[in-house]
């Protein structure tokens, strides 16, 4: 007897393992990786079991919540991987702003959950993602320049440990777990069973702005981008999708687009925010202009959702930045040369100014985040577009500080994702709480 629960767990070459094993996986292109057993855990009985069987058995353990790693870091050979979705509850307590949610609960769930009761969180930008790997590895969401990355508005976290015991940790208890669940990403060393989390007033307002330049404006629209970055008011998202076609607008042309939703608390408040986009020296040369337009968060959602196909194969890379636009356009040209047919997509993000964060493992970011989306729908073109976000990445990462493990290609190009403080101390928590190294980490580290 396994001991693993009836009916929810598959051994390798079992009826349904491989159809457990791609269900983890949210695109087509899933990993030659092969756990030993997948378990399709409901409580955390089912969890305690899936450790006690891995230990019993000499295997390591991965967990997998939303599967929308885009590396799919959970799925390593031989191991007991726990499949998580499965525990997607949530509690919100209006009163008191607060909320317990499990990993599986989808962001875009919970922010329609939260919107219908006045209350708010910075939940990820697209559907599908969970809160298991998206709070865990930092979360840049919603409105998120105001609020921090969402793992900053985690105040508990409850854990199943390598030991098999249930804690809740938070800034009292077992705080040097409650530090490493804030920013420690696919290397956490403890399954999650639920986020206690910190609520937000809904804001009123969601405005948006829309200004589409085609590619040979690049110079001039990025140069721009680059020099206004402390003075874009951190309700606004600035953001430039770079793609071969743009469906949403109807375009079908390389293009430019920069357009950013405003939270605010009214009309003419998100229109001023968002006012700066007027002043883009080109402004006048964009193929679509729309100073602004009342919008909403279901609407964002469709839009985001555009650029992520779960039919399409995809290979991601990224890297932060405070590079001079001068010294950036050279690697830019380049991955807009060589850019693979729409979806892919070239994100360029006004992040910063960053201000000083809490105490947490989460400990790498900066002016501007560059992130790449390598996307294609054939099989056979995988030799030619799987590497053109890992190469135009490694070309540029001479002007790179970090990278954000949200679109983590560690396993093929390790890189630096928190401080070397944080690594150490990764290290030592990860020492204390699992000290026979139960738990797979990052597919790569420097
Ligand atoms: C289409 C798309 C859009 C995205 N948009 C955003 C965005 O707007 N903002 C942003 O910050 N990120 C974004 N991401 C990145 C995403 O947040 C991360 O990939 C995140 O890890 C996904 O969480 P998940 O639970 O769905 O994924 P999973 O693949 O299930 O989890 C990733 C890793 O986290 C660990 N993990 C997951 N659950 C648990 C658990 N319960 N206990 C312990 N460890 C666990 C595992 O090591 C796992 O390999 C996006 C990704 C995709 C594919």
Redesign the pocket.
């Known amino acids: 007897m396994s001991g693993l629960p009836a009916g929810r767990h598959f051994f390798r070459g079992d009826d349904g393992y491989e159809a457990a094993r791609s269900a983890t996986v ?1 695109h087509a292109r899933v990993p030659e990786r092969y756990p030993e057993v997948i378990v399709q855990a409901v409580d955390a009985d089912d969890i305690i079991a899936g450790l006690h069987y891995a230990k019993s058995n000499g295997h390591n353990v ?9 590396a799919a ?2 799925l390593r050979d031989g191991a007991v991987l726990l499949d ?1 979705s499965r525990l997607n509850h949530a509690t919100i307590d209006v009163e008191k702003s607060r909320a317990v949610v499990g ?1 599986g609960k989808g962001g875009s769930l919970l922010m329609a959950d939260l919107q219908e009761q006045g209350l708010f969180f910075p939940g ?3 559907k ?3 809160l ?3 709070l ?6 919603w409105n998120s320049r105001i609020y921090g990355p969402a793992c900053e508005s985690v105040i508990g976290v409850d854990v199943v440990t390598a030991d098999g015991e249930q804690i809740h940790c938070n800034e009292d208890n077992h705080a040097d777990l409650y530090w490493a669940a804030r920013g420690a ?2 290397g ?1 060393f ?3 069973t639920s986020y206690h989390l910190k609520l937000y007033p809904r804001p009123a307002v969601c405005g948006t702005s829309a200004y589409l330049y085609p590619f040979e404006l690049a110079d001039e629209v990025y140069t721009w981008a680059r020099s206004i970055g402390a003075e874009v008011d951190p309700r606004v998202e600035l953001q430039a999708v770079a793609s071969r076609g743009e469906p949403t607008m109807g375009i079908e042309s390389p293009v430019i687009s920069f357009a950013s939703p405003a939270f605010a608390d009214s009309e003419e408040e998100a229109e001023k925010a968002l006012a700066i986009f007027g002043s883009c020296p080109v402004a006048d040369k964009a193929l679509v202009k729309i100073p602004y337009m009342p919008t909403d968060l279901p609407t964002w959602y469709d839009i985001a959702m555009t650029h ?1 196909l779960s039919d399409h194969y995809y290979a991601v890379d990224n890297m932060w930045t405070s590079a001079s636009a001068a010294d950036l356009l050279p690697g830019i040209r380049n991955i807009l040369d060589t850019m693979p047919p729409h979806p892919a997509h070239f994100l360029w993000l006004n992040w910063g100014p960053v201000p000083r964060r809490q105490d947490m493992a989460y400990s790498v970011e900066d002016d501007i985040y560059l992130a790449l989306y390598g996307s294609w729908k054939d099989p056979a073109d995988e030799a030619k577009y799987a590497d053109w976000a890992q190469s135009n990445m490694a070309a540029m990462s001479h002007l790179a500080s970090g990278i954000q493990l ?2 983590e290609n560690l396993g093929r190009r390790p890189a630096r994702f928190a401080s070397d403080e944080a690594m150490a101390r990764l290290d030592e928590v990860r020492a204390a709480y699992d000290p026979d190294g139960l738990f797979n980490s990052w597919m790569g580290r420097l």
Request: one cysteine or more; proline letters at 3%; hydrophobic letters at 30%.
């Open positions: 949210w991965s967990i997998v919540s939303g599967g929308h790693s885009f870091s959970h998580v990993p990820g930008h697209c599908g993602v969970c298991g790997g998206y865990l590895q930092g979360g840049y969401g990403g696919s956490f403890g399954v999650v992520y949200a679109d």
